[in-house]
């Protein structure tokens, strides 16, 4: 640590009334509602924050909260069950309530204390160690206490310093956030036509009505002017129920022995699990954590499948998807769909997701829920004309290229402050602070 940075007792500051650290509100069931504040679990951090499926709180009901809302410059991390997620709350940020799986930091004197220093700081070694040493202290699930957090410290350079790190940090993490609103923004968009075009239908309605689709008319004439009665119900005409199975080519994957060596060690071919697609925030498989040999690829009968494969997860649980813009083999945790000729990757990637429901209803297992590639391949799905196919994939593609290029982005950006993150907050790399 650079020898002009200080150590600050965090009791201290907390009776200096500089800092103010809290836990969160204890939420009955009774008092969520359909709309509202976010109501923020440990869960719903992940690489920033993702509310998306989290329980509302009335905004109306905010007084018995009392401060465990969120405010911009909150440092948060998790502090039961997962403990150690960290994220920070910019102006940017969705206000939201805070659960008591969560703990936050608020400096009130900028000038001792700059929020985002704070937050990057509590990402290294001296924070690590601390926070790290009082999680396992009991026998149950990890927990760090209000009063385990009192009897911490910190260390801060100059409020110039800090500021200069802050800034040069929170430039890369404002990109990446940007990235990543204006994929949710596409993201939102091609799963809003898929459902027009495949499943309400809206430009047959709209031509069988009389009306005008709303779509340029080179589009707009690529769709019938009328329903046919199918197995499926009501689909437009010259239109086809099939399988998904007459659509791509479904296979599954396996995983090489961990025990021989040479299946592994010196990987060069990606090699994917569930795991990978987890921790996704966009459906595009960019890598993965890791690689086999030529040796371990031998050992997986469906080989290395193509760029453009469509990945769905089969088990624990059914339904993550990507496609992947690396070739890839796959373990028995997936059902791989190779897109058939006119049939289109980015179709398919829609399909399953809108079709989740309707897949997980031919799963079975006693212990955790599985479909199987024989079960899969049977899902009835409706095809559209060829030229419909096409004409979805013209659309789509310059958005999915989009969100492909920003996801990369994005990943060189988080790999750079990887790498100045812990040198810039010991002070092994020191910066010019602006006065």
Known sequence: MAGDWRRHEVSRLLDAGTLVIGDGYRAKNSEFATSGLPFARAGNINDGFQFHDADRFPEANLARVGNKVSEPGDVVFTSKGTVGRFAFVSTMTQRFVYSPQLCFWRSLDPALIEPRFLFYWMFGREFFVQFKGVAGQTDMAEYVS?????????????????????????????????????????????????KSWFVDFDPVRAKAEGRDPGLPKHIADLFPDSFEESEMGEIPRGWEVKPIGELAEVVGGSTPKTERAEYWEGGVHHWVTPKDLSELLMPVLLGTERKITDAG???????????????????????????????????????????????????????????????????????????????????????PAVPVMQAFDRVLRPMYRKVVEQQRESRTLAALRDTLLPKLISGELRVRARA
């Open 146 to 194: 209000l009063g385990d957090q009192r009897r911490m410290h910190i260390t801060l350079p100059s409020a110039r310093e800090q500021r200069a790190i802050a800034h040069i940090l929170g430039t890369l993490d404002d990109k990446i956030e940007l990235n990543r609103r204006m994929n949710e923004t596409l993201e939102a968009m091609a799963r809003a036509l898929f």
């Open 297 to 383: 690829l031998a050992q997986i009968s469906s080989g290395l499948l193509p760029q453009g494969t469509v990945l769905l997860s089969s088990r624990a649980p059914i339904g993550y998807l990507a496609i992947s813009e690396v070739p890839v083999a796959i373990n028995q945790g997936f059902i791989a769909m190779k897109p058939r000729a006119g049939t289109s990757s980015l179709f398919l990637l829609r399909w399953a997701s809108a079709a989740h429901d309707q897949i997980v209803s031919h799963a079975n297992g006693s212990t955790f829920l599985e479909i199987s590639k024989s079960s899969f391949r049977p899902i009835r799905v409706v095809s």
